[in-house]
T-cell receptor, first 114, second 115 residues
Framework: DAKTTQPPSMDCAEGRAANLPCNHS???????VYWYRQIHSQGPQYIIH???NNETNEMASLIITEDRKSSTLILPHATLRDTAVYYC???????????????FGQGTTLQVKP | GAGVSQSPRYKVAKRGQDVALRCDPI?????LFWYQQALGQGPEFLTY????????KSGLPSDRFFAERPEGSVSTLKIQRTQQEDSAVYLC?????????????FGDGTRLSIL
């Protein structure tokens, strides 16, 4: 079972920031938070990941709360091409019998509207 | 650069036929994963390779499913005696190493339809 909870759907106006929340209250100290998105008929696309600190790359920013029980993915200026299903995933940081497989939940369907 | 390539993009087979799905990972990537995605659901893990070694096949739904990666690069997922419930998108992903801070990069999948 997925270890994250996300709202099933969200809308965002084009040009505005999209803030996608994720709850992972049972996360352990040795688990990363990963975000992927999946545009219709394509494979999942890696966006960003983090462990404790906030992270930013050319696609998005990831804000992780201090207790690590929740996080927010921020798309600073959403475009119509950002319409997709967004998945928040927790993933172990190392082996010890773990293979690093990703466990996807239902994700959040983000609809960017003109 | 080239990403993960999967072929065929679409496959239609009659129930009972065998099918083979191919994955070409990003060059030099050590880890390779297969996932199955049913309509309207998130992808579900099937199996994992590190180089040519299949280290986890816990997600394969039955013994009709078989995967191999004999030379540590290209991988093939084979489904024998296909059933209608095997209809899904089969996704392949690769990552640079076995380190879990390395993201997995996905292909666009093979859409399998069993008639």
């Amino acid at each position: 079972d997925a270890k994250t909870t996300q709202p099933p759907s969200m809308d965002c106006a084009e040009g505005r920031a999209a803030n996608l929340p994720c709850n992972h209250s049972t996360i352990s100290g040795n688990e990363y938070v990963y975000w992927y998105r999946q545009i219709h008929s394509q494979g999942p696309q890696y966006i960003i990941h983090g462990l404790k600190n906030n992270e930013t790359n050319e696609m998005a920013s990831l804000i992780i709360t201090e207790d690590r029980k929740s996080s927010t993915l921020i798309l600073p200026h959403a475009t119509l091409r950002d319409t997709a299903v967004y998945y928040c995933i927790v993933r172990f940081t190392h082996g010890s019998g773990n293979t690093g497989k990703l466990i996807f939940g239902q994700g959040t369907t983000l609809q960017v509207k003109p | 650069g080239a990403g993960v390539s999967q072929s065929p993009r679409y496959k239609v087979a009659k129930r009972g036929q065998d099918v083979a799905l191919r994955c070409d990972p990003i060059s030099g990537h050590v880890s390779l994963f297969w996932y199955q995605q049913a309509l309207g659901q998130g992808p579900e893990f099937l199996t994992y390779f590190q180089n040519e070694a299949q280290l986890d096949k816990s997600g394969l739904p039955s013994d009709r499913f078989f995967a191999e990666r004999p030379e540590g690069s290209v991988s093939t997922l084979k489904i024998q005696r296909t059933q209608q419930e095997d209809s899904a998108v089969y996704l392949c992903a690769s990552s640079r190493s076995g380190q879990f801070n390395q993201p997995q990069h996905f292909g666009d999948g093979t859409r399998l339809s069993i008639l």
